[in-house]
């Protein structure tokens, strides 16, 4: 039985995204890069790099563009 091993990293404008099940930037178990608490600098060019022994594969980069996000108002 030959099991394939692999890494899957998230760039965003070519710098390694910090993936922490707590944090806002979550890898699912398809690999899909999910951003919860979206901000306008979450906005850039995402790229997923899989690698494993036979080499390292880079997606084209896709690009996000937040619109429309505002600070809240605090309650007085």
Known sequence: MFILVFKITW???GQPVEI???GRFILSNENSLLIAQI???DAGNYTCVA???????SSEPAELI???INK????S
Not at 51 to 57: D, E, K, L, R
Request: charged share 25%.
């Open 11 to 13: 760039l965003k404008d």
């Open 66 to 68: 937040v619109y429309g």
């Open 51 to 57: 690698s494993n022994i036979a080499g390292t594969y």
């Open 20 to 22: 922490n099940r707590n």
């Open 72 to 75: 809240q108002k605090s309650s």
């Open 39 to 41: 901000k306008k600098t």
